[in-house]
């Protein structure tokens, strides 16, 4: 009996799962859907886990140290456009120091802190950024700027941590005048008040509300808000 125009047909079309282009528009939607199914992801844990970092305190008994630190320098304007910072800022208690963990514009953040006495340390910007890659030549401008505290300044910025708390070390406004033929001449001024601690504390819990930092940040702005009424 001869087979029918359809069963020919039929016969003569290649079955998809043997096909070499059906495979491959297969493979490419496995792979295709497994991306988009990782980045979908990915986008719902930074969406409603912004601060899932190690941004945080390890337990009950961690404290945080908040650094205000600015610099200006009298070099050209364009330098000053991309808002210098430090690179590094260092804390130090007894024979041991620290580096900040996390940073936020001019603030600077020393995490996971045991109790003790704490001070200011040291602190370094790099130069040869920008526009003052163009030094003067009548300019001896170094690669670094280094940040020698006076005693007076560590003596001033010395706290006592106590355990679980977020603490306000104060603000270092840092001036660099860079002289002829001569190593720049920096000047420090250190201050501390209600205001810039309220302002630093706000600062960390608008930028880290969900981290346990900012929620302590919250508490220390309810109690300092209650002593300047």
Known sequence: MSSKPDDHYKEKQPDG?????????????????????KFL????????FPECSSFGPKN???SLIIVHMTIVKDE???DELIDP????????KGEKSFEYNESSEHYYYFQNLKEGQYEIYDAVHLLNRGA??????STKQ??????????????????????????FMGSFHVIVDFKFQEEPKITI???????????????????????GWGQKAKNRIKLLSSFAQ
């Open 17 to 37: 799962d043997s096909n070499p282009l059906v495979k491959k528009i297969s493979k490419f939607e496995r792979i295709t859907s497994g991306i988009f199914r």
């Open 41 to 48: 992801i990915l986008f719902l844990i930074t969406y409603l």
């Open 60 to 62: 009950a008994q961690s």
């Open 76 to 78: 050209m304007v364009l």
């Open 85 to 92: 910072r430090f690179q590094k800022v260092t804390l130090k």
């Open 132 to 137: 003052s890659d163009f030094a003067f030549g």
């Open 142 to 167: 170094p690669t670094k700027i280094d940040i020698d505290f006076d005693r007076s300044e560590i003596e001033k910025s010395r706290i006592d941590l106590q355990p679980g708390t977020v603490v």
């Open 189 to 211: 001024r250190y201050s501390k008040s209600n205001e810039e601690e309220l302002a630093a504390m706000d600062h960390l819990y608008k930028n880290f509300p969900r981290t």
